[in-house]
């Protein structure tokens, strides 16, 4: 099965690649732009980013439910193995490790990292994931722009996913020089219009990155689909303005 991506609101991500299923950062209960019910996603691997709640999010209740490994920094595994989570595996920044899915690299990020009951969270990061189908996603999760984008870039990534939402992480115009420095196939903006205060023109920014060079940006609705295949470009009409259940059985079929 090609690997296919899920915007589901803010930074949550759901990646369906090889029979797995992949859940980025689930922040859905208390999500004014969730595209579903934390209750409706079923996952395999749960990765988190970093300690902010609206990034672990509903992981804990998750993990319990299916028993996913969720994969993190140390420090947060640490936490969740005394939130009663019985599968995790921590890594730091640079490190790579392989699951059934593919190699998971953590990156750099700037942003920071405290737990929601205030414990600390260790260094935020970005997730590299080197697919076993050959698809490099890049997702950079709550951070500012960084010169070593450009060395993630050199992996030759067909999907970066970047937050455009200012206030908190990179804006449009870092943004859009991180579009330069990574030189991915396409460009999926993530972490916008979620509150006022990250209110942006998502539009507006990919006609701009459409007018500086040749990444291809991707604007999804919450709930749509993105089919992911470095041989080519995104087809027309694929877009979801409906979420649908993300429970095994209910699968979309080619």
Aim: glycine share 12%; net charge positive.
């Amino acid at each position: 099965m090609a690997t296919r991506v899920r915007w589901l609101g803010h930074a949550c991500l759901y990646i369906e690649s090889a029979e797995q299923r992949l859940l980025i950062d689930p922040f859905l209960t208390g999500n004014p732009a969730a595209a579903c019910k934390a209750d409706e996603v079923d996952a395999d691997y749960i990765l988190i980013s970093h300690g902010h709640a609206d990034h672990v999010g509903d992981a804990i209740d998750i993990a319990k439910r299916t028993g996913a490994t969720v994969i993190s920094n140390y420090e947060i595994s640490e936490w969740l193995k005394g939130k009663g989570v019985a599968k995790v595996h921590g890594q730091q920044h640079g490190g790579a490790h392989a699951f059934a899915f593919g190699r998971v690299k953590l990156t750099l990020a700037f942003h920071g990292s405290v737990l929601p009951d205030g414990a600390y969270g260790g260094n935020p990061c970005g997730f590299l994931l080197y697919l076993n189908d050959g698809t490099k996603i890049y997702d950079a999760a709550d951070t500012g722009l960084f010169g070593d984008m450009r060395l993630i870039g050199e992996e030759g990534i067909d999907l970066a996913i970047l937050p455009i939402g200012d206030n908190y992480t990179m804006g449009p115009d870092d943004a859009l020089r991180a579009v330069t420095l990574i030189g991915p196939k396409r460009v999926l903006p993530i972490h916008f219009n979620t509150w006022d205060v990250i209110a942006q023109d998502a539009e507006a920014w990919a006609a701009r990155v459409r007018k500086a060079g040749k990444t291809e940006p991707v604007v999804l609705e919450p709930g749509a689909w993105l089919d992911v295949d470095a041989s080519k470009r995104a087809k027309k009409g694929q877009l979801r303005s409906r979420p649908r259940s993300l429970k095994r059985g209910t699968r979309r079929r080619k």
